[in-house]
């Protein structure tokens, strides 16, 4: 995580919200999240979703002399937009090649950012969406169906393939008897 010590969070958050304004123990809740170790992240990289992709650093080699020459290597980072079925809309975000590879894996940002446990985010960004993200969640109430849910679900999908089947039968039925008098009616 780029915290770099545990009040820099509620710093922040004393800012927007006010510190008198905490309910009793939501410092407590918050520093569970909060890993003890800390990571070092790049500046850049805590305004985006770079999932451990950092600038690199080495040497060129020459190919007639083998001279040396330093170097940095910078990671394949990307604006994009990517729509959040959670939140409704589109969230413009940098991310890094890899991110995208990890969120397209996970099934778009909603799964990612909800999979994606908090001592395994790197940055703040990603911190603050997954809160925001399982908050909406919960309000929303977008739940797995239990065992029972589901099977009055399919009971009830193949009530009504059978009530289709059947009228489709009838129907059939029906233009064949009407089929069959125009038939006897052309003789």
Not at 73 to 84: A, E
Not at 113 to 123: I, R, S
Not at 151 to 174: C, I, N, P, S, T
Request: glycine letters at 6%.
């Amino acid at each position: 995580m780029s915290f770099k010590w545990n009040a820099a969070v509620f710093r922040k958050m004393g800012k927007k919200v006010g510190e008198e304004n905490f309910a009793p123990g939501v410092k407590e809740s918050v520093k569970k999240f909060i890993p003890e170790n800390h990571k070092i992240v790049m500046g850049r990289a805590k305004r985006g979703l770079y999932v451990g992709r950092h600038i690199q650093y080495g040497n060129q080699i020459s190919e007639d002399g083998g001279n040396k020459s330093r170097r940095t290597w910078k990671p394949n980072i990307q604006d994009k937009r990517l729509f959040s079925y959670i939140l409704d809309r589109h969230i413009q975000v940098k991310v890094s090649t890899h991110a995208l590879k990890c969120i397209d894996k996970a099934g778009g940002i909603d799964e990612y950012l909800l999979k994606a446990p908090y001592h395994k985010m790197d940055t703040e960004m990603g911190f603050f969406w997954k809160a925001k993200m399982e908050k909406m969640y919960k309000e929303q109430e977008l739940r797995q169906m239990d065992v029972k849910d589901e099977a009055k679900f399919e009971h009830g999908f193949k009530d009504l393939k059978l009530a289709e089947r059947a009228a489709q039968k009838e129907a059939r039925r029906k233009n064949l008897i009407h089929y069959i008098k125009e038939a006897k009616a052309d003789q």
